[in-house]
């Protein structure tokens, strides 16, 4: 009988495919992101500009068309170097794991009402 594998994951993680905004703590200027998937307390992002583990970022989410968009602060937990996507082309260099400094209710319940709709 195979084992099953614990889902260590306390919060819901969704994929959600978004162009967002980011800066590090380093940067005043905002530059574009792809967010891959969204938690409560976190988000997986694509991007052009290499990301190092430790970088503080602000990431500016707009959660549906017409809502404010989120202003959340975290930082970069895990990366990787996206060799695969250089050769197609893709513009998108470095995957990284942010993990936000507390969660954001108003994400929250975004993800709840999609897991509810489901």
């Known amino acids: 009988m195979p084992k099953r594998i614990k889902n260590r994951r306390r919060h819901v993680r969704i994929p959600m495919i ?7 703590d380093q940067d005043s200027d905002f530059y574009p992101c792809m967010l891959v998937d969204l938690s409560a307390r976190g988000a997986r992002i694509l991007s052009q500009f290499r990301i190092t ?7 500016l989410i ?3 068309p017409g809502e404010e968009i989120q202003s959340v602060k975290g930082k970069i937990v895990w990366t990787q170097e996206m060799d695969l996507m250089k050769e197609y082309n893709f513009g998108v260099e470095y995957m990284g794991g942010v993990e936000f400094d507390c969660v954001n209710e ?3 319940e975004f993800i709840e009402n999609f897991v509810g709709n489901k």
């Open 62 to 64: 707009p959660l549906s």
């Open 18 to 24: 978004n162009i967002i905004r980011v800066r590090s």
């Open 53 to 59: 583990i430790g970088d503080e970022m602000e990431l």
């Open 106 to 108: 108003k994400i929250r």
